[in-house]
């Protein structure tokens, strides 16, 4: 065999690894066979051998601890525990499989980059390879999550959690995790530092672990999440279909809403029990006042979200638990539909204030969220819902009682069906649609803005008022009380009885409108800056409803 067939390759690396003087032949066999046993994972080894990503396997030595072995990247060197070595015991095999897809995870992230501050492009270091591992080597309880969410799920279902990688600068976020592409994206800065000093400072170190915690329950959640979002389209079309003349789309987002509240909460649930797991391996005994301490001492804090769970009451100065909560003799938290509940009015209910998630870190989770059930709504209402002129007629929502506000979903971003783009026309019809919020009474008309718009295009992630009569300079040769629709119409009129004269004096004074003008203005540079860019970027809004892709579920700061 040629030294480039990827198979050579990675039989080179066995064979070395049956040579070693410290491995026995049934292990170099036991490897051997579990690599032989999933041809996936044998794949995605031979592509690493290739790479030159891996050339090495290495018994962990017998004075050390790796539940999840180790990756060098600087050696290409794969460390994997020595008792899952041990042939005979399918527990043990299976965990070997486990970690070699660990391993082959790390591995790709090793080889990655991530942005600085100063949104230079960076490689993944050794110390963020080594501090990402150790955060996982620590916690049982984030171990057994981390290999339930990388096994395959029936039939021929991929693993929820596929890949690590980085969190881009610009993403306001703990951690996210992304359900199309699998892949868990963790704050660089975090672990970026050497391996002594991640270890002394037990901020970072326990809020990465929550954090890892709370989106690998994403992962496990994200089946369950997938029929909700099949559900939702399905009721929204159906309101589209046959809900005339209301249009009222409340209650299917309602549902979905709360569908996001509970998996945010369940993830909380798991972070809690990440962090809590690693204290109790130095301190067996730990509960919730020593999780209530690690938040609030004074030198060296852990992480604050622990706050979330448990409190100091006044008067009896006793750690309690946050009302609703109901916790295990040792200290664990069940998801239960009770501690569900509490959590989520402990924790997705919050402020945006206190969140500070999504596109600009103001958003809470009901408007992060929103933003994509609002747009899946919005492609649906336009394809289906017509009135008998051929008009798409409003939408109706309670905004009150989805917790949604016009502002913050616009900042997080809208998108329109592809034939509504505010490019090229710019005009309001293709840049708007009217909602009418009944949640008030009496209902108030208001208006959704396309802002999930290509880069450098105006409007793009903010809000967009609209003036109010008295805001608007009154254009030459026009009533300030005119409104657009009697304008258009006496424009009609002239040109039905052949009064050009007045016809162009109307367009002209039409034209000076301020909002018109930013409109051509607008559009006119979106054309020529960002015409290409933007049907690039647009793509992924082309597909009908069912195919949007979901926000990524992410973790606040």
């Known amino acids: 065999m040629s030294d480039s067939n990827p198979a050579a390759q990675l039989d080179a690396a066995l064979q070395r690894f049956a040579q070693r003087p410290d491995v026995a032949p049934a292990q170099a066999a036991h490897l051997r066979a579990t690599l032989a046993a999933d041809a996936a994972l044998r794949a995605d080894y031979q592509a690493l051998a290739a790479s030159g990503h891996v050339r090495d396997f290495a018994p962990s030595p017998a004075d050390t601890v790796l ?37 082959q995870m790390f591995a790709g992230y090793a080889h990655g980059h991530w942005t600085d501050a100063g949104q230079r492009e960076q490689p993944v270091s050794q110390d963020m ?7 996982l080597n620590a916690s049982p309880v984030l171990e057994a999550q981390l290999r339930q969410a990388i096994a395959g799920r029936p039939p021929s279902q991929g693993a929820p959690v596929r890949a690590f990688e980085s969190l881009p600068g610009t993403v306001h976020a703990g951690g996210t ?30 809020d990465l672990m929550f954090v890892m915690g709370h989106e690998l329950q994403h992962g496990l959640n994200a089946a369950d999440k997938r029929v909700e979002r099949a559900r939702f389209i399905e ?11 209301a249009y009222d789309y409340t209650a299917p987002l309602a549902r979905y809403q709360q569908a996001a509240r509970s998996d945010e909460a369940k993830a909380q649930i798991a972070g809690w029990n990440a962090i809590l797991s690693e204290l109790q391996q130095g301190s067996p005994g730990a509960n919730l006042a020593e999780m209530f301490d690690l938040a609030n001492r004074t030198e060296n804090a852990g992480t604050q979200r622990i706050k979330d769970f448990v409190f100091r009451e006044d008067g009896s100065r006793q750690v309690e638990a946050r009302p609703g909560l109901a916790f295990e003799p040792d200290g664990s938290l069940r998801m239960t539909e009770s501690n569900i509940a509490a959590v989520a009015q402990h924790y997705f209910d919050k402020s945006p204030e206190q969140t500070r998630i999504g596109h600009h870190g103001d958003s809470d989770y009901p408007n992060y969220y929103g933003a994509d059930a609002v747009t899946v709504v919005i492609y649906t209402h336009r394809q289906l819902a017509r009135q008998a002129d051929g008009s798409t007629p409003p939408i109706q929502l309670d905004m009150g009682r989805l917790r949604l506000d016009e502002v913050l979903l616009e900042r997080n971003g809208l998108a329109f069906p592809p034939s509504h783009t505010p490019l090229p026309t710019g005009a309001d019809t293709d840049m708007r649609q009217a909602y009418v919020d009944i949640g008030q009474t009496p209902p108030v008309t208001g208006h959704f803005d396309f802002t999930r718009t290509p880069e450098g295009t105006p409007h793009r992630h903010q809000h967009r008022p609209i003036s109010t009569p008295e805001e608007v300079r009154p254009a030459a040769g026009v009533s300030q009380y ?19 004269r007045s016809f162009h004096q109307m367009a002209d004074a039409l034209a000076q409108r301020p909002a018109v ?3 051509q203005a607008e559009a006119a540079y979106a054309i020529e800056q960002q015409a ?26």
């Open 67 to 103: 539940p999840i072995g180790r990756y060098d990247r600087a050696a290409a060197l794969v460390t994997v525990p020595a008792e899952q070595l041990r042939t005979g015991d399918a527990a043990e095999s299976a965990a070997l499989a486990g970690t070699l897809r660990l391993q």
């Open 129 to 135: 390879v080594d501090n990402l591992q150790a955060t």
């Open 177 to 206: 995790y992304t359900p199309d592409t699998g892949a868990l994206a963790l704050p660089p800065a975090a672990l970026h530092r050497p391996p002594v000093a991640f270890q002394q400072d037990a901020y970072a170190r326990t």
């Open 235 to 245: 009721d929204i079309a159906q309101v589209a279909r046959n809900g005339g003349p």
């Open 482 to 500: 005119d409104s657009l629709s009697t304008q258009l119409d006496r424009m009609l009129a002239a040109l039905e009885t052949g009064d050009t």
């Open 517 to 519: 003008q930013t409109m």
């Open 532 to 557: 290409q860019a933007a049907e690039a970027q647009l793509q992924p809004f082309h597909a009908p409803p069912a195919h949007l892709h979901p926000a990524p579920v992410m973790e606040m700061r």
